[in-house]
């Protein structure tokens, strides 16, 4: 029996594996996240970076994993989870409200935000009724409070997760934002502000 065909299929194998491989990898580079939770204001340092791989096209300014020099020692400005992807937008000068003002973070499921919230983005939040085993659309009830808030921060978006917003808003209408579960909560894109 010859071993010569056997050899000319595993080596045929081996080299469209390496091209799908190849393929699949050129699609994704190297970009830098937080290796564990940071606070407003702290000073990165190499042991707070960590390289993860982000999928080419995916509109995110992700810092590339070859930038760690430009990172180290520059601060954060906010508070921000393990994992979150950095960007130049949450680098630099800590951003804390103002007097008489206060920043909430809310889960929102996909659907319940558009797509283009962004830092600086102007939003009206309203709350929205609880579902009661319909496949009926809830709709806002229009009695209900609408509170005005500016992004600071947005978190998971991109990657099809419930995201995480940060809004800024009056210290007593973030207590009443804050006190509604994640499912009852949408956002609408009013307009952009300069922050």
């Known amino acids: 029996m010859s071993y010569l065909p056997l050899g000319a299929l595993l ?8 091209v799908v491989v190849a393929l699949n990898l050129g699609h994704r580079q190297p970009v830098l996240a937080l290796a564990h939770p940071v606070t407003v ?23 590339s994993a070859g930038s760690t020099d ?15 992807l950095l960007t ?5 000068e800590p951003q804390t409200p103002p007097r008489g003002k206060a920043v909430v973070a809310v889960g929102l499921k996909e ?16 709350k929205v009724p609880e579902p009661e085993g319909t496949a009926e659309p809830q709709l806002p009830d229009p009695s209900s409070p609408v509170w005005y808030a500016t992004v600071v921060a947005v978190w998971g978006k991109e990657r099809g997760e419930t995201a995480v917003v940060s809004l800024q808003l009056g210290e007593d209408e973030a207590r009443e934002v804050a006190a509604f579960p994640t499912d009852s909560i949408s956002v609408l894109l009013v307009r952009k502000e300069v922050l």
């Open 11 to 18: 080596v045929l194998g081996c080299s469209a594996g390496g």
């Open 41 to 63: 204001g702290q000073t990165l340092m190499e042991r707070d970076l960590r390289e993860v791989s982000l999928a080419r096209g995916s509109g995110l300014a992700a810092i």
């Open 70 to 84: 430009r990172i180290v020692g520059r601060p954060a400005a906010y508070t921000m989870p393990k994992g979150t």
């Open 88 to 92: 130049e937008s949450v680098l630099g």
């Open 111 to 126: 659907g319940r935000f558009p797509a283009g919230l962004e830092r600086g983005s102007r939003v009206a939040v309203v």
